[in-house]
T-cell receptor, first 114, second 110 residues
């Protein structure tokens, strides 16, 4: 079945540094990738939608200069959290539409900013 | 846009059936999902149902869809302690963003 590989699984970084999260579709082409964020004990909220070869679409309230999304190929989408602060600590998860189940999720990245 | 609501907490005894309910607003949603999330882990797809179906059964899981009332339910038969987790329902038109409910915490008492 369709698999989305997400790395890293967890990362701890210092305030002010940047962190890149990668999502790769392993056996299918992901022309679209959805990026979600989940705060502790809350639901998943969509941050942005990336489409291969074009600019990402951000949800209201999400800073595009802070959360840089790149979808340079049909198998790779990246989210870079720039100048991270403790309030950016969260669980980030990507998802791509697939023809089998409708959507395939990565395993998520737990970001802790200290 | 789509709005998905679900009850926040459910407590059952081991061996009983659990029923988690969800309502959605967008009648054009073609995919409806149930995900399980254990503490500190990612999402696990439990089951899904297409909008042209009324019911889907997969081992201990039964999904019922009432399109008229825009109501989705997940029944877990013979609930086990390992079923304790947060359960999310989500809906979307294919290719569009998935909208998640707030999640239902299922606690199974032994």
């Amino acid at each position: 079945g369709a698999v989305v590989s997400q790395h890293p699984s967890w990362v701890i970084c210092k305030s002010g540094t940047s962190v890149k999260i990668e999502c790769r579709s392993l056996d299918f082409q992901a022309t679209t990738m959805f990026w979600y964020r989940q705060f502790p004990k809350q639901s998943l909220m969509l941050m942005a939608t990336s489409n291969e070869g074009s600019k990402a679409t951000y949800e209201q309230g999400v800073e595009k200069d802070k959360f840089l999304i790149n979808h340079a190929s049909l198998t790779l989408s990246t989210l870079t959290v720039t100048s991270a602060h403790p309030e950016d600590s969260s669980f980030y998860i990507c998802s791509a539409p697939d023809s089998v189940t409708g959507y395939t999720f990565g395993s998520g990245t737990r970001l802790t900013v200290v | 846009g789509e709005d998905v609501e679900q009850s926040l907490f459910l407590s059952v005894r081991e061996g009983d059936s659990s029923v988690i309910n969800c309502t959605y607003t967008d009648s054009s949603s073609t995919y409806l999902y149930w995900y399980k999330q254990e503490p500190g882990a990612g999402l696990q797809l439990l089951t899904y149902i297409f909008s042209n179906m009324d019911m889907k059964q997969d081992q201990r899981l039964t999904v019922l869809l009432n399109k008229k009332d825009k109501h989705l339910s997940l029944r877990i038969a013979d609930t086990q302690t390992g079923d304790s987790a947060i359960y999310f329902c989500a809906g979307a038109q294919y290719g569009n963003k998935l909208v998640f409910g707030a999640g239902t915490i299922l606690r199974v008492k032994s």
